[in-house]
């Protein structure tokens, strides 16, 4: 059983920065696929960044040059840089991870822009 633990979130202001951490437990998370997701009020969940277990990364057009995905698989853990925020970034973002043929979620951790 995978458990994914998110946090990091909170209020910034336009134009700030947020780190959000995503901590895994279990075993073989260097061979899983990972990803942070977002939901804001009244919309579907979308993706904002994924990265491979070889390092690959892939971004949401909406958050390319602000936002950066990274892993540290001795810790088990995946991150998400966000800088240059706007409010149109709020919504809840959670932590997905992918051990084929299964996939977790976090429970979510709540991220709103607003001056």
């Known amino acids: 059983q995978v458990q994914l633990v998110e946090s990091g979130g909170g209020l910034v202001q336009p134009g700030g920065s947020l780190r959000l951490s995503c901590a895994a437990s279990g075993s073989g998370f260097s061979r899983s696929a990972m990803g942070w997701y977002r939901q804001a009020p009244g919309k579907q969940r979308e993706l904002v960044a994924t990265i491979s277990s070889g390092n690959n990364k892939n971004y949401a057009e909406s958050v390319k040059g602000r936002f950066t995905i990274s892993r540290d698989n001795a810790k088990n853990a995946v991150y998400l840089q966000m800088n240059s925020l706007k409010p149109e970034d709020t919504a809840v973002y959670y932590c997905?991870?992918?051990?084929?043929?299964?996939?977790?979620w976090g429970q979510g951790t709540q991220v709103t822009v607003s001056s």
């Open positions: 997905n991870a992918v051990f084929s043929p299964y996939v977790y």
